[in-house]
């Protein structure tokens, strides 16, 4: 199955001038970790994130980007930009974003290019609501999610992309889906994939749970055999929490 990867998401949290400081806790915090460990940043506090990150085994993520190159797009940032700074994932797809900000599965898709064209990792979110699950229509919106995300996305490109279920019930609700609940959407996530590609770029595909994903709950979901992974919202914001996390996915 793909890499684990255990990442941070900030979400609007932290100042500028506390990064530096926070992100060299994690890189102790996680020091001998199995997995790859990347923490997902407001923009502003990229560059101090990158800086204090530098040559550990910790990764920098943005939480978004825009598609086109550059332009007159006021308030938004490039993927250049990311690469320039030396940001190496961006989250795209967030519910949040999807819910505040006009995020569409068609943005998704031409986000996803776009940070695969730069080399960027993306961290492509999908994820039913409450009312999506119990109409029971959890399964065919997340596969209409996940193929409009991996639309005229080549399968040699298809195995960069990692995936993060977050059932939107489950984000910041201190309610997890049970590691079952977990694992049965996950699991069909790969399903699709191989019938999009193949078997062997469903393998490869790193597909993280997120949804109040914490210390406490975190072995039961890890040890899952679809679930590669973690996408952390508050528990990523303390760094002991999140090195118990990260020293669960081996
Ligand atoms: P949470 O957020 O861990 O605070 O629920 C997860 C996310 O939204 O990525």
């Known amino acids: ?85 030396g940001v190496d994932y961006v989250i795209i797809g967030h519910s949040e974003r999807r819910a505040y900000n006009n995020e569409t599965d068609e943005t998704v898709n031409k986000k996803i290019k776009k940070a695969l064209a730069k080399c960027l990792v993306p961290i492509v979110c999908v994820g039913e609501s409450l009312e999506e699950r119990e109409a029971g229509i959890t399964m065919d919106l997340i596969t209409i999610q996940i193929k409009k995300a991996f639309a005229e996305i080549p399968a040699e490109d298809a195995a960069k992309v990692v995936v993060a279920y977050e059932p939107i019930w489950a984000i910041g609700t201190g309610k997890t889906a049970t590691d079952d609940q977990a694992e049965e959407v996950c699991g069909a996530i790969r399903k699709v994939l191989a019938a999009l590609y193949n078997e062997s770029v469903a393998a490869d595909v790193t597909i993280q749970y997120g949804g109040s994903m914490n210390a406490k709950n975190c072995a039961g979901l890890l040890a899952k055999e679809n679930i590669d992974g973690g996408l952390i919202g508050g528990a990523s914001l303390k760094a002991p929490d999140f090195a118990t996390i990260v020293a669960a996915a081996k």
């Open 1 to 85: 199955m793909g890499k684990y990867i255990i990442a941070g998401n900030w979400k609007m949290n932290k100042l500028p001038s506390e990064t530096y400081d926070f992100v060299k806790e994690v890189v102790e915090a996680t020091k001998g970790a199995e997995c790859e460990v990347v923490c997902c940043t407001p923009y502003v506090c990229l560059a101090p994130a990158v800086e204090a990150a530098k040559g550990t085994h910790v990764k920098i993520g943005a939480e978004n980007l825009h598609f086109e190159d550059s332009g007159a797009y006021t308030g938004e940032v490039s993927a250049d930009m990311l690469v320039d700074l």
